[in-house]
C-alpha cells in the first residue's frame, strides 16, 4: 500500500518565520503535490512536482516555493508566514499527473 | 479556465435515504475520479471512470460518467452513518499532469 507520510500533524508558528512542511512517499511515485484546504473552498492546488528537481506552479502559488531534492520528498516552504496561511495542507503523490492521488494525514498549520 | 463543478455543496439525509452528487466539467475529460474524505481524514481515492457512459458499482455505491464524458455522478443507496464525509470528484487538467478537484459535496446521515 502507498503511504505519503507529512512530517507533522499539527504545527503553531508566528508570523514571520520561515516553515517548512516535509512529504515522503515510498512508492516510487512521479508526481508529488501541495495543497491547501479551507471550509467552503475545496482543495486548492499550491504546487506540483513531475520529477527531481521540477516544479510547477498551481493555483495559488503567492507566499509560498517548494523543493524536490529527492524522488520521495517534496517539501513545502513558506517564506515568510502570515495568518492568512492558517490552514489545512495536504500532500498526495501519483504514479503519473493524471493518475489517481494517494494523500498524507494532513497539516494543520496555524499562524499566530 | 478549465473547472469541475460539483452540486449540492451540502446535503442532510435520514439514514436508510438515498443521495446523489453531481459533477459538471467545463471541458471533456478523459477520465474521472472519485475521493472520500472522512470527517478529520484526508481524502482516499474511490474509483476511476474512463469510458462514455460507463457505470461502475461499488457495493451501494454506483458511479456515472456521462455520455460525453463532461459530468459524473454518485449515488449511495439507503445510506448508513459510516458514508458521512465529502465526496469530491476530479478530472484531469488541460496540461495533463494535475487533477481539477471539484469542491466537493458533504454529507451528513442522521439515524
Given at each position: 500500500d502507498v503511504k505519503v507520510t507529512q512530517s507533522s500533524r499539527y504545527l503553531v508558528k508566528r508570523t514571520?518565520?520561515?516553515?517548512?512542511?516535509?512529504?515522503?512517499?515510498?512508492?516510487?511515485?512521479?508526481?508529488?503535490?501541495?495543497?491547501?484546504?479551507?471550509?467552503?473552498?475545496?482543495?486548492?492546488?499550491?504546487?506540483?512536482?513531475?520529477?527531481?528537481?521540477?516544479?510547477?506552479?498551481?493555483?495559488?502559488?503567492?507566499?509560498?516555493?517548494?523543493?524536490?531534492?529527492?524522488?520521495?520528498?517534496?517539501?513545502?516552504?513558506?517564506?515568510?508566514?502570515?495568518?492568512?496561511?492558517?490552514?489545512?495542507?495536504?500532500?498526495?503523490?501519483?504514479?503519473?499527473?493524471?493518475?489517481?492521488?494517494?494523500?498524507?494525514?494532513?497539516?494543520?498549520?496555524?499562524?499566530? | 479556465g478549465q473547472q469541475v463543478m460539483q452540486i449540492p455543496q451540502y446535503q442532510h439525509v435520514q439514514e436508510g435515504e438515498d443521495f446523489t452528487t453531481y459533477c459538471n466539467s467545463s471541458t471533456t475529460l478523459s477520465n474521472i475520479q472519485w475521493y472520500k474524505q472522512r470527517p478529520g481524514g484526508h481524502p482516499v481515492f474511490l474509483i476511476q471512470l474512463v469510458k462514455s457512459g460507463e457505470v461502475k458499482k461499488q457495493k451501494r455505491l454506483t458511479f456515472q460518467f456521462g455520455e460525453a464524458k463532461k459530468n459524473s455522478s454518485l449515488h449511495i443507496t439507503a445510506t448508513q452513518t459510516t458514508d458521512v464525509g465529502t465526496y469530491f470528484c476530479a478530472g484531469p487538467g488541460q496540461a495533463g499532469t494535475a487533477l481539477i478537484f471539484g469542491k466537493g459535496t458533504t454529507l451528513s446521515v442522521s439515524s
Amino acid at each position: 500500500d502507498v503511504k505519503v507520510t507529512q512530517s507533522s500533524r499539527y504545527l503553531v508558528k508566528r508570523t514571520g518565520e520561515k516553515v517548512f512542511l516535509e512529504c515522503v512517499q515510498d512508492m516510487d511515485h512521479e508526481n508529488m503535490f501541495w495543497y491547501r484546504q479551507d471550509p467552503g473552498l475545496g482543495l486548492r492546488l499550491i504546487y506540483f512536482s513531475y520529477d527531481v528537481k521540477m516544479k510547477e506552479k498551481g493555483d495559488i502559488p503567492e507566499g509560498y516555493s517548494v523543493s524536490r531534492e529527492k524522488k520521495e520528498r517534496f517539501s513545502l516552504i513558506l517564506e515568510s508566514a502570515s495568518t492568512n496561511q492558517t490552514s489545512m495542507y495536504l500532500c498526495a503523490s501519483s504514479r503519473q499527473g493524471n493518475q489517481p492521488q494517494h494523500f498524507g494525514d494532513g497539516t494543520r498549520l496555524s499562524i499566530l | 479556465g478549465q473547472q469541475v463543478m460539483q452540486i449540492p455543496q451540502y446535503q442532510h439525509v435520514q439514514e436508510g435515504e438515498d443521495f446523489t452528487t453531481y459533477c459538471n466539467s467545463s471541458t471533456t475529460l478523459s477520465n474521472i475520479q472519485w475521493y472520500k474524505q472522512r470527517p478529520g481524514g484526508h481524502p482516499v481515492f474511490l474509483i476511476q471512470l474512463v469510458k462514455s457512459g460507463e457505470v461502475k458499482k461499488q457495493k451501494r455505491l454506483t458511479f456515472q460518467f456521462g455520455e460525453a464524458k463532461k459530468n459524473s455522478s454518485l449515488h449511495i443507496t439507503a445510506t448508513q452513518t459510516t458514508d458521512v464525509g465529502t465526496y469530491f470528484c476530479a478530472g484531469p487538467g488541460q496540461a495533463g499532469t494535475a487533477l481539477i478537484f471539484g469542491k466537493g459535496t458533504t454529507l451528513s446521515v442522521s439515524s
